[in-house]
């Protein structure tokens, strides 16, 4: 069965303080691993795709890597504006599914 | 600016109620999708279109219907809501064409079922 598995689920960081979120998948056949960040109340907001191992993605603070099992997504130095939800999903090759993970929340204090 | 509007952010229903919930996409997308978000659920997929009139169920199909009558639109039913329906709705396109799949999402509509 595809699964996706998201650690941990909340996680908490000073200003400054590197990290990273994981995720974790089963899927038979990848046609592409996403991730999204969510503000509260609001949808989630696409942030990057990637297709095969070995893959990497950067956007401000923000870097993506790709495994043939999991994914992730490093945060160097964040700022309290970078907390958010962020959401992993990937899609099956053959389908026009997407299966998400539950999540991490992320919390930057200042 | 590429959009995704969701008709409604709140809707308070009473059980047994029928209830549409609205989507207009602005980017002639041919897929469409409607999830629900639960805490410790995640996304959960209802249903998704890949054309016009055309849909497919997802996981969570039971008590909801769909229509996509033009290819801007689609919207999602609740036949008759219970209370097990309130959740967060959320309304995602995306393109057919080219590698990049990755799905645009409407703001959501928080729906309580009393």
């Known amino acids: 069965e595809d699964q996706v598995t998201q650690s941990p689920e909340a996680l908490r960081l000073q200003e400054g303080e590197s990290s990273s979120l994981n995720c974790s998948y089963t899927?038979?056949?990848?046609?592409?691993l996403f991730w999204y960040r969510q503000d509260p109340g609001k949808g989630p907001e696409f942030l990057f795709t990637?297709?095969?191992a070995g893959e990497e993605k950067e956007k401000e603070r923000l870097k993506a890597t790709l495994t043939k099992k999991e994914s992730f997504l490093h945060i160097t130095a964040p700022k309290p504006e970078d907390s958010a939800t962020y959401l992993c999903?990937?899609?099956?090759?053959?389908?026009?599914?997407?299966?998400f993970g539950t999540g991490t929340r992320l919390k930057v204090l200042a | 600016d590429v959009k995704v509007t969701q008709s409604s952010r709140y809707l308070v229903k009473r059980t047994g109620e029928k209830v549409f919930l609205e989507c207009v996409q602005d980017?002639?997308?041919?897929?469409m999708f409607w999830y629900r978000q639960d805490p410790g659920l995640g996304l959960r997929l209802i249903y998704f279109?890949?054309?016009?009139?055309?849909?497919e169920k997802g996981d969570i199909p039971e008590g909801y219907s769909v229509s996509r009558e033009k290819k801007e639109r689609f919207s999602l039913i609740l036949e008759s809501a219970s209370t097990n329906q309130t959740s967060m709705y959320l309304c995602?396109?995306?393109?057919?064409?080219?590698?990049?799949?990755?799905?645009?999402f409407g703001s959501g509509t928080q729906l309580s079922v009393l």
């Open positions: 980017m002639d997308h041919e897929n």
């Open positions: 279109s890949y054309d016009v009139k055309m849909k």
């Open positions: 999903a990937v899609q099956a090759a053959g389908t026009y599914k997407y299966i």
């Open positions: 995602a396109s995306s393109s057919r064409t080219g590698s990049n799949e990755k799905l645009f």
């Open positions: 899927v038979s056949g990848l046609r592409g």
């Open positions: 990637l297709y095969s």
